[in-house]
């Protein structure tokens, strides 16, 4: 049976330009290579983040109905023929794939097995490579919203980081928009509402993420209402690293 993603959400938050802009900021530096997005939804990261260094885009998404819209954008040429797309999962891949970047942007919390997925992920990934980690962050902040898209969590930077994928190192850790994070606390004490309307999408892009972008930095990145982890695989002195194998 095929899966089908239970949110509406995507196309909504699709418009948050300047989140997008700001979050891609950050990681921009370690996406080059062969890239893998996984979970890529409607493929609304991609314009975000596809730069120079990067040879090849491979959007793996589940959803066959979500895989079809992207399929459409590459037909109408609103991505670059560097892209592709993948109706399925990390099962469907050939194995003898490498990426130099695996991309997880606010997909890890809706699976189950998340620490499963992490140690496939590292079994396609060439040596030197990074895996990045975006989600939402606060388990406390877990509210109807959260139900209604199919998360299982929330994460903080601790749970991540016991989740460190077998060979790989820490490269680096931050919490984003602190502002955001009031909001959300709002939403889940006040509101509960299981999904953001557009214009409060739109407030929070324009007014609350520019605001973000100042504590954030003033708060060393320790705060936040999203929470990103990358790590390298490394390879040893004496030559590259032995890759764990999943068992069969």
């Known amino acids: 049976m095929s899966y089908r993603y239970v949110g509406v959400e995507l196309d909504v938050f699709a418009g948050a330009?300047?989140?997008?802009t700001y979050a891609a900021q950050k990681i921009?530096?370690?996406?080059?290579?062969?890239?893998?997005e996984v979970g890529a939804g409607i493929g609304a990261n991609v314009r975000f983040l596809l730069n120079r260094r990067v040879c090849e885009w491979t959007c793996l998404e589940p959803d066959p109905d979500?895989?079809?819209?992207?399929?459409?954008?590459l037909l109408r040429g609103d991505l670059p023929p560097r892209v592709c797309v993948v109706a399925g999962t990390m099962a469907s891949l050939d194995r003898s794939l490498q990426f130099d970047t695996i991309?997880?942007?606010d997909v890890l919390e809706h699976i189950a097995e998340d620490?499963?997925?992490?140690?496939?992920?590292?079994q396609l990934l060439a040596p030197g490579g990074h895996i990045v980690v975006l989600g939402p962050a606060h388990q406390f902040?877990?509210?109807a919203f959260d139900i209604a898209v199919g998360h299982y969590r929330r994460y903080n930077r601790a749970m991540?980081?016991?989740?460190?994928?077998?060979?790989?190192?820490l490269e680096m850790s931050m919490m984003l928009d602190t502002a955001g994070l009031f909001?959300?606390?709002?939403n889940r004490v006040l509101l509960s509402t299981s999904l953001p309307s557009k214009q409060q999408i739109a407030l929070w892009d324009r007014v609350l993420v520019p605001i973000s972008r100042v504590l954030d930095r003033a708060t060393a990145y320790r705060f936040g209402k999203t929470v990103i982890v990358v790590w390298r695989w490394h390879s040893e002195a004496s030559g590259l690293a032995l890759r764990p194998r999943l068992q069969s």
């Open 160 to 169: 991540l980081l016991a989740l460190t994928p077998p060979g790989c190192r």
């Open 115 to 122: 620490r499963a997925e992490l140690a496939k992920a590292v």
């Open 17 to 20: 330009v300047n989140w997008k």
């Open 28 to 36: 921009e530096r370690f996406i080059g290579g062969r890239v893998l």
């Open 103 to 105: 991309l997880y942007l």
């Open 66 to 73: 979500l895989a079809g819209r992207i399929k459409v954008r």
């Open 141 to 143: 902040l877990f509210s």
């Open 183 to 186: 909001a959300s606390l709002a």
